[in-house]
């Protein structure tokens, strides 16, 4: 099996993760450093990025893990690149397609193509500031607790049924990058528990609930 970009993807053992990341990767990394341990039961096989530049790319390359890019100014427009994104991702076979900083709008196109297998990490307590810029709005609002959540992708911003949330104290001194560095420390343990409990035990999704298991 070769990736559009000619890499050979090796035989993973456990669950088969794809990682879309648009930026630094350190959510990529948190996922890099748990699979190899056999008993995580899930292993990165492809890291697909929609910018060139993104850190995440280079985390996969020092990590032997396949990549792609696929950015929206190669396509004709937004549709014929959730077509292309998705056709990238299926190379790898995914058991699960994780978003890891990924800042770009699914289209349904997309989601059909993966149906109940895409996950997302938000720096934020879901419903609570859902969208690009979620620790900034829980900083300007003024709440005191913020924190993470892991929820399976619908058709909305943010919208999915939540699998999994982690609390973050918001102290009387933090601007949004000391926030959003403490929500991340949370958000790599919270990511790296939760995709793999849901790539060992399954999800079963009932309404708005969505249960590990
Ligand atoms: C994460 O906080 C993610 O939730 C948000 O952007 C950050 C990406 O971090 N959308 P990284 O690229 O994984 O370091």
Known sequence: MQTPSGHPVAPAP????????????????????????????????GVVSDKPAAGALDLARDAGVASVVVAPGDFDDRAAWNVGLADAVDVFRPDWVVLAGFMRILAPSFLTRFPGRVVNTHPALLPSFPGAHGVRDALTYGVRVTGCTVHVVDDGVDTGPII??????????????????????AERALLVETVGRVAREGLRVDGRRALVG
């Open 14 to 45: 456990g669950a088969r993760l794809v990682v879309l990341a648009s930026g630094g990767g350190s959510n990529l990394a948190a996922l890099l450093a748990a699979h190899d341990d056999g008993a995580y039961g899930a292993r990165v096989v």
């Open 164 to 185: 999994a949330q982690a609390t973050v104290p918001v102290l009387d001194d933090d601007d949004e990058s000391s926030l959003h560095e403490r929500i991340k420390v």
